[in-house]
DNA sequence: CTTGACACCTAGCATTCCTATGCCTAGGAT
DNA sequence: ATCCTAGGCATAGGAATGCTAGGTGTCAAG
């Protein structure tokens, strides 16, 4: 998948996986692997600056936690993250649809395609 | 619509429109604005160069033209833009369905949640 | 003669994602 | 013992892209 192609979408997916439940940043890139089926396979260098600024932008919160000797950063998502992702997910949509629009083949189309 | 959503996917637009018939950058952005339902309004800082970069890649090519007394640079695809925009748009479905899935809640999923 | 639509162009900015690299632990293989 | 792999986090720097903001010019309507 061309990476500029996630630009912009990153956000949401992460939003996405992290209201499912509280998840720590590995496990999180994992999910995306997962629920994508294979086809959204980010690098760390991806993902962790998203989170950090998710972070930032009050979406995400986050503590760390000791597991087996191995420290986690784990996430969870905000009220505003919640409100946020649903907003993204409209967003999304309505996205999908305008350039599925334009990218469907179609007849030509002049000033008067559009009726009152 | 949030700017950096369309980012990655402007070309594949692009050329879809300009696939069904040559056009000059002005009727581009009317058409883009026109099929995608008054979704995607763009600037023209944002389509002329992506025009040129197309032209420099080499997938759409260009002439002028003159109409009463107004200068147009028409733009068509050449081979390699037919060819391109084809990928783009499997490109552009795999994209879709990947994010859909990220997308669409759905229960929490552990390691066994991808069946052999 | 001013406004608005038509039509093109560019510099510079902001944002985003990726590459590359570094650091650390645990567990299995050699 | 040593190495490698997986797990786990982090950052700097580069590349690409789209937008803001400005500029040029024609033509028709008011």
Avoid: C, N
């Avoid at 919160?61 to 907003?87: D, I, K």
Wanted: charged share 25%.
């Amino acid at each position: 998948m061309r990476s500029e192609t996630l630009k912009g979408h990153l956000d949401a997916l992460i939003l996405s996986v992290v209201s499912i439940g509280p998840l720590h940043g590995y496990a999180i890139i994992e999910q995306l692997r997962l629920r994508s089926g294979g086809a959204m396979t980010l690098p760390e260098g991806t993902v962790y600056p998203a989170l950090h600024r998710l972070e930032a932008a009050g979406l995400l919160s986050s503590y760390w936690s000791q597991t087996a000797g191995r420290r986690r950063r784990v996430y969870e998502l905000t009220r505003r993250g919640e409100r946020e992702l649903g907003t993204r997910r409209a967003e999304w949509r309505e996205f999908a649809h305008a350039v599925e629009a334009v990218l469907s083949p179609a007849e030509p189309s002049g000033p008067t395609a559009v009726p009152a």
